[in-house]
T-cell receptor
Framework: DAGITQSPRHKVTETGTPVTLRCHQTENHRYMYWYRQDPGHGLRLIHY???????DKGEVSDGYSVSRSKTEDFLLTLESATSSQTSVYFC?????????????FGPGTRLTVL | DAKTTQPNSMESNEEEPVHLPCNHS???????IHWYRQLPSQGPEYVIHGLTSNVNNRMASLAIAEDRKSSTLILHRATLRDAAVYYCIRTARNNDMRFGAGTRLTVKP
């Protein structure tokens, strides 16, 4: 299994509070991703990183920011959490194989915003 | 639309082969086809990927149509542990992966 951990694994917070989720990898992979998964929507890409301090927006980036100051860590921040951000968040890392990047996913963080 | 089309659900009997179809009629010539699966309460797990030729690995086989507008994931002998949601994804060169709702596979003993 790819060495990916996410913390915390579960979090309950209140509307309006800031929240930071952490993804940590031990594989030294260049690419890292944050997805959210909601019932009926599959996984949707929030932000991704293609190197230290290099990030870009995904399909559903509004209300989220990210930072990557080290290869191994990718942080997802909700500046002011809303109930619509209640979801399961998955981090993924990727290494190029045969001309494409196969992604490996972490165990997920279940976030509840009350 | 970058997403693919898959049946919502399929059933299989244990120890029988399973063929999971995927339609990607608008795929471009440089898009890869990835398959992932997600077991309950876990993150997605890589299964297999391909570009033009059929591919085999220890988990499954991937059969890609000659026109690349469709593909089929083949599990040669389904086990109860294969019960999961299976996602077929087109992957562009920039690695933009768009997950659809997938196919929920039920394996009956």
């Amino acid at each position: 299994d790819a060495g990916i951990t996410q913390s915390p694994r579960h979090k309950v917070t209140e509307t309006g509070t800031p929240v930071t989720l952490r993804c940590h990898q031990t594989e030294n992979h260049r690419y890292m991703y944050w997805y959210r998964q909601d019932p009926g929507h599959g996984l949707r890409l929030i932000h991704y990183s293609y190197g230290v301090k290099d990030t870009d927006k995904g399909e559903v980036s509004d209300g989220y920011s990210v930072s990557r100051s080290k290869t191994e860590d990718f942080l997802l921040t909700l500046e002011s959490a809303t109930s619509s951000q209640t979801s399961v968040y998955f981090c993924a890392i990727a290494d190029r194989v045969s001309g494409t990047d196969t992604q490996y996913f972490g165990p997920g963080t279940r976030l509840t915003v009350l | 639309d970058a997403k693919t089309t898959q049946p919502n659900s399929m059933e299989s009997n244990e120890e029988e082969p399973v063929h999971l179809p995927c339609n990607h009629s608008t795929i471009s010539g440089t898009d890869y086809i990835h398959w992932y699966r997600q077991l309950p309460s876990q993150g997605p797990e890589y299964v297999i990927h391909g570009l033009t030729s059929n591919v085999n690995n220890r988990m499954a086989s991937l059969a890609i149509a000659e026109d690349r507008k469709s593909s089929t994931l083949i599990l040669h002998r389904a086990t109860l542990r294969d019960a999961a949601v299976y996602y077929c994804i087109r992957t562009a060169r920039n690695n933009d992966m768009r997950f659809g709702a997938g196919t929920r596979l039920t394996v009956k003993p």
